[in-house]
């Protein structure tokens, strides 16, 4: 028995999208109220066959509402573009970015020292696995407010103290 064969049954050829590639997909799937869906990554690896970091990471900052939210500053394309080469030029690992991006991080830049040190996962969660909360908020968003400008070793104490149990 012969395979089929035709458009209908191949798999699109798979490649790593530009920036510019994803930017124009994510124009073309935007509701009504001009906005994406969350999962939108995977319906571009399904159309498209693209594989790679600026697809993965893009899975990750759209993979629910609320992410897209505070993550990118909204659920535009134009705004998901914004932050995705930030975190897909980062030099995290994919589960480090979703634990950063779990725990309400929105900018990159503050986790740097934290991640040299191994205290991202200390930081984002609590002994018994919950999610940390530092003054009322989770982690995340807490490293990333206060500290976005902040120099390494200020960031570092304050993780730190955070972490040995001083200031959660």
Not at 83 to 96: F, K, T, V
């Amino acid at each position: 028995m012969q395979p089929e064969t035709g458009a209908a049954t191949e798999a699109p050829e798979r490649h790593e999208p530009t920036l510019e590639e994803l930017a124009d997909a994510l124009a073309h799937h935007v509701a009504a109220n001009g906005t994406l869906r969350p999962g939108v990554a995977a319906q571009l690896v399904a159309e498209h066959g693209w594989h790679g970091r600026l697809i993965d990471v893009l899975g990750i900052l759209t993979e629910d509402t609320a992410r897209m939210g505070y993550l990118a500053g909204g659920r535009k394309p134009e705004e998901v573009m914004t932050w995705l080469p930030l975190w897909a030029d980062s030099p995290y690992s994919l589960h480090q970015i979703r634990t950063i991006v779990t725990s309400a991080g929105w900018d990159p830049e503050p986790f740097g020292v934290v991640v040299r040190h191994g205290l991202l996962d200390r930081l984002v969660y609590r002994p018994d696995g919950s999610l940390r909360r530092v003054h009322g908020e989770l982690a995340g968003a807490w490293l990333s407010d206060q500290f976005a400008l902040a120099d390494d070793e200020e960031i570092l104490r304050a993780v730190r103290a955070v972490v040995d149990g001083d200031a959660s």
